[in-house]
């Protein structure tokens, strides 16, 4: 039985083109790119190169983008970074309920050490209005921080109406863009974003290496301190086999993103009206519009998410109750609470996030299994029998 991974979200496999990019930089090309040496030269070189590309796939320069650890790392150092580096202007900073832990943790922690956060709420098809983040912002706001597209429910953001209100008013912008980096077109002056952050594990490259992109004149600390790397700005050794993978990666994506969001598109809207078709009382979660092109999430009622994926696990299907940092976690995703899913439906949501090796035949076969497995779940379910 061939197995379907349908987790994208989550992480995706490294392209093979990416593979062969970084090998060299294991053992041959070993250097260190501060050292002044010929090794330490064309590490340098393949960092340069890299940085390059990453810049010119965002429309930034390359001075302006700043590799870290991780997209958790590249958020962290966003929300750290620029309210350390502006307390003289104030200690307020905006951010969403549906924000990934990525950004909720560490602006709870600000909160701890006495910043004041205020979380704005998304409506029902989780998107968040500029006037609700305009409405939010005092003369104290620093920074506002909102997703570019939401990992559970797939919803995109008017992040360009938002960060152009916000600048309006004097503050600086930030995007996790985690997960439409790669996926759909991100280009920061059209999004009119201060500060972005991006992960290469989300598109096709190696996990442990992401990116914050901090426009030129934005007032930032460094977040890790210790040596003078990325000019003053990140201390520690580069990861040169892992940035030379988010260069390549990005490379590849700018060259297949259109025709790719476009198969997916196709592919996420055979799913979704297949679901809806072949099963009663689901219900999509996320815009059905506004929302990438490779997400699919919905509820079941009367059924656990977590039985639904043991069973297609068991089935060699690969999906997800939402993120891979929550999954495994009895608590309702907060994303779904803050849409106002009823407790009932959080529980009995599953998502399905589709691929560059996606192929119509793994959609087919979910939507023949699929039912199936509702069908034995719900016969099990005492509530389910009771309603008409
Ligand atoms: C929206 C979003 N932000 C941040 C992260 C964290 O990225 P990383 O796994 O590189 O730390 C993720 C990963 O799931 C994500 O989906």
């Known amino acids: ?3 379907i991974y349908f987790d994208y979200a989550a992480t995706t496999p490294a392209d093979p083109q990416v593979l062969e990019a970084m090998k060299p930089f294991f053992h041959e090309n070993f250097g260190n790119p501060s050292s ?43 929300l750290f970074g620029v309210l350390w580096a502006n307390a003289a202007k104030g200690n307020h900073v905006v951010t969403t309920a549906i924000e990934h832990h990525a950004v909720l943790e560490p602006a709870r922690f600000l909160e701890k050490l006495g910043y004041k956060v205020t ?3 998304p409506d029902k098809d989780g998107i968040v209005h500029p006037e609700d983040i305009a409405a939010a912002m005092t003369d104290q706001t620093v920074l506002v ?12 953001q008017p992040i360009k109406e938002i960060a152009s209100l916000v600048k309006e008013k004097g503050a600086y912008m930030h995007t996790d863009a985690v997960q439409t980096v790669g996926h759909i ?13 991006l992960s290469a594990h989300k598109f096709y490259g190696p996990k442990g290496v992401g990116c914050l992109y901090v426009r030129k004149g934005t007032r930032i600390a460094p977040f890790l301190r210790g040596g003078g790397q990325e000019r003053h700005r990140r201390a520690s050794t580069e990861n040169i086999p892992g940035i030379v993978g988010c260069g390549k990666a990005l490379e590849i994506c700018s060259r297949s993103m259109a025709s790719e969001a476009a198969e997916q598109t196709r592919l996420r ?17 996320g815009h059905a519009v ?14 656990e998410g977590e039985s639904m994926l043991l069973n297609l696990d068991m089935l060699g299907v690969a999906a997800s109750t939402g993120s891979a940092c929550t999954s495994g976690d009895l608590e309702p995703s907060h994303v779904l609470l803050s849409i106002g899913r009823p407790h009932e439906l959080c529980h009995g949501s599953i998502r399905l ?19 199936k497995i509702v069908a034995k779940l719900r016969a099990m379910s005492p509530l389910y029998d009771k309603k008409p």
């Open 290 to 303: 506004q929302r990438l092109p490779n997400n699919v999430n919905f509820s079941v009622e009367y059924i």
């Open 185 to 197: 077109p991100v280009n920061v002056d059209d999004l009119h974003v201060d500060l972005l952050s």
């Open 269 to 285: 809207d055979k799913l979704m009206a297949g679901v809806q078709k072949k099963i009663d009382r689901v219900y999509l979660n």
């Open 1 to 3: 039985m061939e197995k």
């Open 353 to 371: 996030t589709l691929g560059r090796y996606t192929r119509e035949e793994e959609i087919d076969r979910f939507l023949d299994v699929f039912p």
């Open 119 to 121: 979380s704005v709420r």
């Open 36 to 78: 002044i040496h010929s090794f330490g030269r064309e590490a340098r070189g393949a960092m340069d190169d890299a940085r390059q590309k990453v810049s010119s796939f965002l429309g930034a320069r390359p001075e302006e983008i700043i590799f870290t650890s991780s997209g958790t790392e590249a958020d962290n150092f966003a």
């Open 145 to 156: 921080s909102v997703m570019h597209a939401n990992n559970e429910i797939g919803t995109i």
